[in-house]
């Protein structure tokens, strides 16, 4: 496995988001974690990469812990993460966005800046070539210089892609890849998904729709109430009479296309 949680809980006030939560995301596959409105599926990402500390319990990344540690040194360790309103730069260009977010793996300080050092410049190309390197990946070669403002939504979910592959991570987390497009296009989505696998990138995304998540997903764990209710295949999850409970029982669903 490649992340591990054990027994990780989050509380806000008198509230549990994520409540005793063991999971292991798996090297070299699709992850998936679902659950209802409010489950803490998004409360779940924010403690694995840093962004929230935890109550209590511990997460491993590659056998090491990594509890606590603030986010951008989880990035730096070969974490990425998308969120789930794209954080982009509107007004920005696609590929100026991208080279924002490789900024945080190099080296250059403000003297190299001032004195644009060859170090500097040795680094901004770098970053260039990169930014071209993960805008071929997900095939946004064409508009590098659009305005993020005038893409559609699949192709703004596409930069976000591009932005966390831009760090080299090994593990990436999704939050709500394919919210707010279309069958076909989070079709397309899922296929870029499957290509990072290929490309020895692991992949734990969150998502609604059920059905692109049971196509694709080989480890799901399900979060009701901030508790894992399942944990298995999709075919495990699909007959585990819990999950069913849970997305039936109430007045919460799970938005299923
Ligand atoms: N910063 C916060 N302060 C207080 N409560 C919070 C905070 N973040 C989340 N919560 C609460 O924690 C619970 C879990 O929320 P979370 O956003 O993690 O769920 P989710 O499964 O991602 O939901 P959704 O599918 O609607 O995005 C909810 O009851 C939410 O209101």
Same mark, same amino acid.
Request: with cysteine; proline share 4%.
């Given at each position: 496995?490649?992340?591990?949680?054990?027994?990780?809980?989050?509380?806000?006030?008198?509230?549990?988001?994520?409540?005793?939560?063991?999971?292991?995301?798996?090297?070299?596959?699709?992850?998936?974690?679902?659950?209802?409105?409010?489950?803490?599926?998004?409360?779940?990402?924010?403690?694995?990469?840093?962004?929230?500390?935890?109550?209590?319990?511990?997460?491993?990344?590659?056998?090491?812990?990594?509890?606590?540690?603030?986010?951008?040194?989880?990035?730096?360790?070969?974490?990425?993460?998308?969120?789930?309103?794209?954080?982009?730069?509107?007004?920005?260009?696609?590929?100026?966005?991208?080279?924002?977010?490789?900024?945080?793996?190099?080296?250059?300080?403000?003297?190299?800046?001032?004195?644009?050092?060859?170090?500097?410049?040795?680094?901004?190309?770098?970053?260039?070539?990169?930014?071209?390197?993960?805008?071929?990946?997900?095939?946004?070669?064409?508009?590098?210089?659009?305005?993020?403002?005038?893409?559609?939504?699949?192709?703004?979910?596409?930069?976000?892609?591009?932005?966390?592959?831009?760090?080299?991570?090994?593990?990436?987390?999704?939050?709500?890849?394919?919210?707010?497009?279309?069958?076909?296009?989070?079709?397309?989505?899922?296929?870029?998904?499957?290509?990072?696998?290929?490309?020895?990138?692991?992949?734990?995304?969150? #998502?609604?729709?059920?059905?692109? /998540? &049971?196509?694709?997903? =080989?480890? %799901?764990?399900?979060?009701?109430? !901030?508790?894992?209710? +399942? #944990?298995?295949?999709?075919?495990? /999850? &699909?007959?585990?009479? =819990?999950? %069913?409970?849970?997305?039936?029982? !109430?007045?919460?669903? +799970? #938005?299923?296309?």
């Amino acid at each position: 496995m490649l992340l591990e949680t054990v027994n990780l809980t989050k509380k806000f006030g008198g509230l549990t988001a994520v409540d005793d939560v063991s999971f292991s995301v798996e090297k070299g596959k699709i992850n998936a974690i679902i659950g209802p409105n409010g489950a803490g599926k998004s409360t779940f990402f924010n403690l694995v990469s840093g962004y929230y500390p935890p109550t209590s319990g511990q997460v491993f990344f590659k056998g090491e812990e990594i509890t606590r540690l603030p986010s951008n040194k989880i990035a730096r360790l070969g974490i990425a993460r998308t969120f789930q309103t794209t954080n982009l730069f509107e007004r920005a260009t696609v590929l100026d966005n991208i080279i924002v977010g490789n900024r945080l793996r190099t080296q250059s300080n403000l003297w190299d800046a001032i004195l644009r050092t060859p170090r500097l410049k040795r680094e901004e190309q770098k970053c260039l070539d990169k930014a071209y390197e993960v805008l071929d990946f997900v095939n946004l070669t064409n508009h590098a210089h659009s305005v993020v403002e005038n893409l559609t939504q699949e192709e703004k979910k596409r930069v976000a892609f591009a932005l966390a592959l831009a760090t080299e991570p090994e593990l990436v987390f999704l939050d709500e890849p394919a919210a707010g497009v279309n069958p076909d296009e989070t079709e397309g989505l899922a296929e870029l998904m499957k290509k990072m696998v290929d490309h020895g990138i692991t992949v734990c995304l969150i #998502e609604h729709k059920m059905q692109m /998540i &049971m196509s694709i997903a =080989e480890n %799901i764990m399900v979060l009701n109430f !901030g508790k894992k209710i +399942a #944990e298995g295949t999709p075919e495990d /999850i &699909m007959n585990d009479e =819990e999950v %069913i409970k849970a997305y039936l029982g !109430g007045e919460r669903h +799970a #938005e299923v296309k």
